[in-house]
């Protein structure tokens, strides 16, 4: 393989032929016609470290000391509810979109009851086991040495996702961010969150009104996506014009039963790989002066 880091057991392909090519194709077209979409919770942040589950950017309020003890056990109980029916193999995306809606509707009603105040977001961001994917720094850095748009696409919660790149020193002017936007009232405190909701099966032209984002960088027909679910899949609908797309899998959890499905939907699957190292060896590559 031209990239060194696909030799990595993490790795695996159904098409490593396809997969060159396409490699060969964004290397071609260079870093001017790059963009890299992506997914954040559990793409760009780590799904587990020492054995122990990280963070989504809900889990961080939900773990925090800003709600109650009794609302902390209700969005447990719809954890354990909705989250198994999210990567259960067996339903469509038809099926799962409705119940998505559910959780997502029903965790930001507990949310908004408890009152939370704006200013503790980052305390709580910093108290919490949140972490960015090993290989991180290297990743935001080149893409915004290059001028790389990195277009991050979530159904988590903005405000959260943005103080955990900036806690990190990655927070750029090439990145834009589409995800649920906390709303606060003149006082600072939570009432509701903006816009349509995002969720893990929506994530595509429905959601993107703001696809003036797209219009701007439409000669970057170019692309990197990133995501962790097959909901990710669809990050990309809003792009004008595409010539190449490599879309890059990480897969964390339930391994038997999604393998098969994740080498059907994306080039490169990674298996249980906590590090951007794959990602970056390609853009490594790309970024190479022909």
């Not at 587990?48 to 000391?65: A, F, L, M, W």
Request: glycine residues 6%; aromatic residues 10%; contains cysteine.
């Amino acid at each position: 393989m031209i990239i060194p880091e696909l030799n990595k057991v993490t790795v695996r392909m159904r098409d490593p032929e396809k997969v060159r090519e396409i490699i060969m194709a964004l290397q071609k077209g260079g870093e001017q016609k790059l963009q890299v979409i992506s997914d954040f919770d559990m793409t760009l942040s780590r799904f587990g470290y020492n054995g122990e589950r990280c963070p989504t950017c809900y889990n961080i309020i939900d773990n925090s000391k800003i709600v109650s003890e009794d609302c902390r056990k209700k969005l447990k109980e719809l954890f354990n509810i909705y989250y198994p029916l999210e990567i259960d193999p067996k339903r469509t995306t038809q099926e799962k979109y409705p119940l998505m809606i559910e959780w997502w509707s029903k965790a930001h009603t507990l949310l908004c009851e408890q009152k939370i105040p704006k200013e503790k977001l980052a305390q709580v961001v910093q108290e919490s086991q949140a972490m960015l994917r090993e290989g991180f720094q290297v990743f935001f850095d080149s893409l915004n040495r290059s001028e790389i748009p990195l277009f991050i696409f979530s159904a988590g919660i903005g405000d959260v996702l943005e103080e955990i790149i900036r806690q990190a020193g990655v927070f750029y002017p090439n990145i834009k961010v589409v995800s649920n936007y906390m709303d606060f009232d003149d006082n600072g405190i939570l009432i509701g969150f903006k816009g349509e909701l995002i969720h893990t099966y929506n994530k595509n032209n429905t959601v993107l009104r703001d696809t003036e984002y797209f219009q701007k960088i439409k000669d970057r027909t170019n692309i990197l996506l990133l995501g962790d679910t097959l909901g990710d899949l669809t990050m990309a609908d809003g792009v004008a014009s595409l010539d190449n797309i490599l879309r890059i899998g990480f897969l964390n959890d339930k391994v038997e039963e999604q393998t098969e499905l994740f080498l059907q939907s994306y080039d490169i699957v990674l298996v249980q790989d906590e590090t951007l190292d794959v990602v970056n060896g390609i853009l490594k590559y790309i970024m190479a002066k022909n």
